[in-house]
């Protein structure tokens, strides 16, 4: 699976960006994915993850209520989007798959990665 990420940008805080995860390849609908991020400094965290299915979602503390992870398996494409953000949001962020259809937590679990979208929020 080849995945490409893009959509970030510079955005203040308290406003919005959504996040695209393109993917092509074997068959998308048979794999979960994830995103994560990483900070300068820090190391890569999740962020959210989903099934195949759609179902199965889970959210880092730092971004549940805020942030929403999606897919669309006949378009091969999966989402972040992402609300009233903040300074500490501030990351590269990274889509990632695994051939499972059951999502996972560990960043290990994961085989394929996009190459990263830059967010940068401005206080």
């Known amino acids: 699976v080849q995945l490409q990420a893009f959509g970030g940008g510079l955005v203040q805080a308290g406003g919005s960006l959504r996040l695209s995860c393109a993917a092509s390849g074997r068959t998308f609908s048979r794999i979960s994915m994830g995103w994560f991020r990483q900070a300068p400094g820090k190391e890569r965290e999740l962020v959210a993850v989903i099934s195949w299915g759609g179902g199965g979602t889970y959210y880092a503390d730092s971004v549940k209520g805020r942030f929403t992870i999606s897919r669309d398996n006949a378009e091969k494409a999966g989402y972040l989007q992402m609300n009233s953000l903040k300074p500490e949001d501030t990351a590269v962020y990274y889509c990632?798959?695994?051939?499972?259809?059951?999502?996972?937590?560990?960043?290990?679990?994961?085989?394929?990665w996009g190459q990263g979208t830059l967010v940068t929020v401005s206080s």
């Open positions: 990632a798959a695994r051939p499972s259809i059951w999502s996972s937590l560990p960043l290990v679990d994961y085989n394929y």
